[in-house]
């Protein structure tokens, strides 16, 4: 499929199946949903199975947003996009899969503190979401080049802000007895710490996760946040479906068991495989490994 973009520039929209039932446009040179969204959504969804109302966080193309709504069939969603492309396929996802009825998306800046308390109040009647997600971006401004491609740079680069603008959204927003899942980047726990010491959300767990084993260091993470009281909870239920590595005790987040998504051959590992099940994708038997890094390298 081809459409017009910003700029009369054409771009090619490739697409892509993201459940067994959710179908989504998404530019083949431009951002595209990955693991860390798939992590988080997965993450997000097999904690808060019961959410009546979802907020996505800078929502991108609506991939989370989307995955929620497919798993969570009675929830009303909403996700906030500033960057203009990303709200416009985000938009176009929504209506190509017959979800507008229960799934809505605003243009605006998650760190308007306006649009978030209208939005809180038009959602939940004030009382805040079930279900707060978000995929931030990871370099700092300085740190990596911009792409010359707005919607790659805004999506890679912290141009509106990162992990600490995330939670100061997430707890103007966030129920009282919510839960709130980001993904971040590997060694932004420093931030994070101090994020949470300013907003007052207790930091529950980080899962990392690793694109290959043995072959790529960790490069992200996805941690569960909540408000004081509804720690313990949350806690519990969250190390129910995910194997704890450290004690559950403490005020440090407990680590859980990493998901990795490929092994040391670059064949898909089984937690791949129910991360495509869970999503009602069926696992591909006789698809090929993802060659190690030096192999290529070399090939190129």
């Not at 060694?187 to 994070?192: D, H, L, S, T, V």
Request: aromatic share 4%; with cysteine; net charge positive.
């Amino acid at each position: 499929m081809r459409a017009r973009q910003q700029g009369n520039e054409v771009q090619d929209l490739t697409d892509d199946a993201l459940t067994g039932s959710i179908r989504v446009w998404q530019r083949r040179h431009g951002h595209r949903y990955s693991l860390d969204d798939v992590a988080t959504a997965w993450f997000a969804l097999r904690a808060q199975q019961q959410a009546a109302s979802v907020l996505d966080l800078g929502c991108g193309l609506g991939s989370v947003l989307l995955m929620a709504a497919d798993r969570l069939p009675q929830a009303q969603l909403w996700g906030i996009e500033a960057q203009t492309m990303s709200y416009e396929l985000a938009v176009k996802n929504v209506e190509r899969n017959a979800l507008s009825a229960r799934v809505s998306v605003r243009l605006g800046d998650l760190r308007d503190s306006a649009l978030l308390d209208d939005l809180k109040q038009e959602a939940t009647g004030g009382g805040g979401f079930a279900l707060v997600t978000g995929t931030p971006p990871y370099k700092l401004p300085g740190t990596a080049t911009p792409s010359s491609d707005s919607q790659r740079a805004y999506a890679r680069i912290e141009l509106r802000g990162g992990i600490p603008e995330y939670l100061r959204a997430a707890v103007r927003v966030l129920a009282q007895g919510g839960l709130c899942v980001l993904c971040a980047e590997a060694g932004a726990e420093p931030r994070i710490a101090a994020a949470c010491e300013q907003t007052g959300l207790r930091w529950l767990t980080r899962m990392d996760v690793v694109p290959m084993a043995g072959r790529k260091r960790r490069l992200l993470a996805v941690h569960a946040f909540a408000h004081a009281q509804a720690a313990g909870t949350w806690l519990a239920r969250i190390c129910l479906a995910h194997p704890a590595l450290s004690a559950v005790t403490g005020p440090n987040p407990v680590a859980l068991a990493p998901l990795i998504a490929r092994d040391e051959h670059g064949a898909r590992t089984e937690q791949a495989h129910e991360l495509r099940r869970f999503f009602g994708l069926s696992p591909q038997a006789n698809e090929p490994a993802s060659p190690p890094t030096r192999v290529r390298r070399a090939a190129g």
